[in-house]
């Protein structure tokens, strides 16, 4: 327990819970959670990805792929099902966990730029899968009847009842991935960041660390999508596996800084707000995704370490702080 | 006890190969210089004996057990670590931290917090202990050839593959490496070292093996290997240059 009461946790915890209650103190309750819906789950996706892009060093591009698929896994168990969405949830998790051990076993051979291009590969390969899958809708998807929402107390109280279930799923990747941060695998993980070869050389079992890592980094947005999909009522090919969010994605926790545990959170949330002003400005409004791009490449350029990372490496004393 | 028995190992890349049917044995407790011309396959033979890449052909006996092809992983699991002839710090990482990846996955297997222990104690051993908070990017050559040793060291191996940790360091940090590899020596901790600074070789080592063009050319004590003509032609070409060479090297 010891190890929990630590700055380098509580911030980040702190961070997402004033930001969760912020729409039960705001004047327009319901207008105010769907924008901490959206900053609190771009926290939780930054947070998840992050633990094989931050701490393990292979940049997944298309980790979009694990969100579209466990999104769709718990969307047909409640549509064709009619499951509750907690089991649903917990089946996109799962999904998504075996498809990446699966897919992990091929590609964590690869590395640098042939592992990113690879996830691409397997992102457009899922999306063209699922078009041609019947039973998943095809290329129009499938859609939820309004009545399910019923069993959870109407629309009101399921819009509700996902809010909190973000909350909580993004409460749960911080611990999680702080966790890993401050323990031995998470220290072998870095190890393989740093110089895989040699970490192989010191002992660290680096085909079972990276698996690991990936299905860890794939579990998350696999429920995620579930209460994304569940609340946004339908769920289609082109929504579920959309390449240029998995791109927002990489910038939100480059942004914050990779491979720090706060650093997805500050980014995350800091991108989407960045990205919803940009949205209801007059004059940027159709560049929001020309400015993410340009951000990528002005933080590549001048603070690859990100805000976290650049803070992180002016004092020992902020080391301590932020993990 | 023999430590390591090398049997009749060869490694072929392509239409090269880099060793070539080599074969010598260890005594526990030894330290046994390997020196060869450029080229000659030395760090090739250390990539096979800790399982970087396997041999082509031959077996390598580690402790009674027959290792050959294992992954280079279970070697440091099993008690057999190694420094590198280019430096590979982890950058991003503390030196403390660097250290306890030795300890952690090595073979004691560590939890963090022994680990931590550890690499402090092995960071006092190499004389690092003050440099322990720094990244280990941000080091120097000669403190990165401590750190790659101090991560060997915390391990707590049975057998030490030393890839020219002398090659780059002025002359008063080579006397203060040499210090170091006595020390460990005495730990018990038997040793195979790479070198090239043959006064350091030739006084440290207890045995000494000579490659030259993949192939040994010579085994025997730093006497008599320095004596042999082979390997001195193979080191200089001309004998006689060659002799006085050593000689004045070894005055």
Same mark, same amino acid.
């Given at each position: ?323 | ?94 030196? $403390? ?13 560590? +939890? =963090? &917090?022994? !680990?931590?222990? %550890? @690499? ?32 060997? $060291? ?13 090659? +780059? =360091? &002025?002359? !008063?940090?080579? %006397? @203060? ?75």
């Amino acid at each position: 327990m010891k190890r929990l009461i630590r700055p380098g946790l509580l911030i980040p915890l702190a961070m997402i819970l004033v930001l969760a209650v912020w729409p039960l103190l705001s004047g327009n309750p319901a207008s105010a959670r769907e924008a901490a819906f959206t900053l609190i789950m771009s926290m939780a996706l930054a947070a998840s990805l992050n633990i094989i892009l931050g701490y393990t060093g292979y940049v997944s591009f298309g980790h979009i792929v694990f969100f579209g698929v466990g999104g769709y896994a718990g969307f047909w168990a409640i549509t064709q099902l009619g499951w509750h969405i907690l089991p649903a949830a917990l089946l996109g998790g799962l999904v998504a966990a075996v498809i990446a051990w699966l897919l992990g076993l091929a590609v964590l051979r690869l590395r640098g730029a042939y592992f990113a291009l690879a996830t691409i590969g397997i992102l457009e390969a899922m999306k063209a899968l699922v078009i041609n899958l019947d039973f998943l809708g095809g290329p129009v998807g499938m859609e939820l009847h309004f009545s399910e929402y019923k069993r959870y107390g109407g629309p009101m109280q399921s819009l509700w009842m996902l809010y909190w279930a973000m909350v909580f799923m993004a409460i749960l990747v911080v611990v999680v991935s702080y966790l890993i941060k401050t323990s031995k695998f998470g220290l072998g993980l870095m190890a393989i960041r740093e110089d895989e070869d040699a970490a192989e050389v010191m002992g660290v079992i680096t085909p079972r660390a990276k698996t690991w890592a990936y299905v860890l980094s794939a579990v998350f947005p696999g429920i995620i999508g579930v209460i994304f999909f569940f609340k946004n009522g339908n769920i289609e090919p082109d929504s579920a596996f959309r390449l240029h969010f998995s791109i927002e994605w990489i910038v939100m926790i480059m942004l914050g800084g990779a491979g720090t545990v706060l650093g997805p959170v500050l980014g995350g949330g800091l991108y989407q707000w960045l990205r919803k002003t940009l949205l209801t400005s007059p004059i940027f409004k159709d560049y929001q995704l020309v400015v993410a791009g340009v951000m990528l490449l002005l933080i590549v350029l001048f603070v690859p370490t990100g805000i976290i990372g650049w803070l992180r490496a002016r004092s020992a004393k902020l080391r301590r702080v932020f993990e | 006890m023999k430590i390591l028995e090398v049997k009749n190992v060869t490694k072929r890349f392509g239409g090269l190969t880099a060793v070539n049917n080599v074969t010598f044995d260890l005594e526990e407790g030894e330290i046994l210089g390997l020196i060869g011309p450029n080229g000659a396959g030395k760090t090739t033979l250390f990539n096979c004996i800790n399982g970087v890449y396997p041999p082509t052909e031959g077996r390598i006996i580690f402790r009674g057990k027959d290792i050959t092809g294992r992954p280079t992983y279970t070697m440091a699991h099993l008690g057999l670590s190694r420094t590198h002839q280019i430096v590979r710090p982890l950058n991003e990482l503390t030196v $403390l931290e660097n250290v306890m990846v030795g300890a952690c996955y090595g073979r004691e297997n560590m +939890g =963090l &917090n022994e !680990a931590r222990r %550890t @690499a402090q104690e092995v960071l006092e051993f190499v004389g690092m202990a003050e440099r322990a908070e720094m990244l280990a990017g941000a080091l120097n050559v000669a403190q990165k050839k401590r750190l790659e040793m101090a991560r060997a $060291l915390a391990a707590r191996p049975y057998l030490l593959l030393l890839d020219e940790v002398l090659a +780059g =360091l &002025n002359t !008063a940090e080579v %006397t @203060a490496m040499l210090d170091t590899i006595r020390r460990i020596r005495e730990q018990g901790i038997t040793i195979i070292m790479i070198e090239h600074i043959m006064h350091a070789v030739m006084n440290l080592s207890d045995r000494i093996i000579v490659l030259n063009y993949g192939s040994l050319i010579a085994e025997g004590t730093p006497e008599e290997v320095s004596q042999n003509p082979e390997v001195i032609e193979a080191y200089l070409g001309d004998p006689e240059l060659a002799e006085r060479l050593l000689e004045e090297e070894m005055a």
